[in-house]
């Protein structure tokens, strides 16, 4: 059960549909709201900056650059906080933590039992980087919002599943949507025309998730001609999805490639929240 949920507040205008969508799911689960702030420090900047071997001018106007910048972006952030709570009154706190902002997001989110986070910024490309070191210096699972405002109300959860760990993982992470859930899509790989029998892993599946939901069926997605997100991500559409289940993996543990291409894909193009685990 979601309890602690952790949440980003940047003090950018796309923190509107992660603060709704974390509003969503507290009042669901009857959580706390726990907002975060992460202003650079003036310190890191320099370091970065070094190998430029910088004046001492130019040192101190970076300073002073990086200083106003984050009063600037920490003002806005705690505005955005207030109104939201004023006009929400959710069980809520703010936070400010000063330093890199994928460390202090990863410490939190491991006092937390989900971060709900914006897979974009402004228009700004999917931050895949920062999203993988949260998700897997975390250790808890991810709730990834589209930049587009959504009203999700998670009634419908789409899983997509592999048997693999991961996915073992972001099933389990997302049970409290599970057995709330309307209806529950287990999507997997395969051609529905053959009539193959389900494999091993899928009927295993299906028998302990129907402990939790009655309403759990299973869907083959087919691989061959369309692109496998884009046929993923129809079948969501197709049964009015609020809410996809994967897990985060590509072909190595290392930070740059811990999502694969197929992963990345979807975080950039789902219409929907995907929750994701590692």
């Known amino acids: 059960m ?13 923190d509107a549909p992660v603060f709704a969508a974390a ?6 689960f009857d959580a706390h709201l726990e907002f975060l702030h992460v202003r650079q420090d003036p310190a890191d900047a320099v370091v970065a ?44 706190d703010f936070q400010l933590r000063l330093g890199m902002e994928a460390t202090w997001l990863a410490a939190h989110g491991r ?9 974009s910024r402004d228009g700004e490309e999917a931050a895949i980087g920062l999203l993988q070191e949260v998700l897997l210096g975390a250790g ?9 405002p959504l009203d999700p109300g998670f009634g419908r959860v789409a899983i997509a599943w592999n048997d693999s760990p991961e996915a073992a993982r972001a099933v389990a992470a997302a049970l409290p ?31 302990g998730l129907r402990r939790h939901n009655p309403y759990v069926a299973l869907r083959r997605v087919p691989q061959g001609g369309e692109k496998p997100v884009e046929v993923l991500l129809a079948a ?38 995907v929750l994701i685990a590692h």
């Open 2 to 14: 979601f309890k602690q949920i952790l949440v980003p507040a940047t003090g950018r205008e796309s």
């Open 23 to 28: 509003l969503t799911v507290a009042r669901l």
């Open 49 to 92: 900056a070094s190998a430029g071997d910088m004046s001492g001018v130019a040192t101190a106007a970076l300073v002073e650059a990086v200083t106003e910048s984050g009063a600037r972006t920490e003002a806005l952030a705690r505005a955005a906080y207030e109104e939201f709570s004023a006009r929400e009154k959710p069980d809520a």
């Open 111 to 119: 006092t937390s039992d989900l971060v709900v986070t914006g897979r």
């Open 140 to 148: 808890r699972p991810l709730l990834l919002v589209p930049e587009a």
């Open 177 to 207: 949507f599970i057995e709330r859930a309307t209806e529950v899509m287990v999507l997997c790989a395969g051609d529905e025309t053959a009539g193959d029998a389900f494999d091993d892993s899928q009927q295993r599946l299906l028998a």
């Open 236 to 273: 969501c559409a197709d049964m009015g999805a609020g809410l996809l289940v994967m897990g985060g993996y590509g072909h190595s543990v290392t930070r740059e490639t811990l999502f694969g291409g197929f992963t990345q894909q979807v975080l950039t193009d789902a219409p929907l929240p």
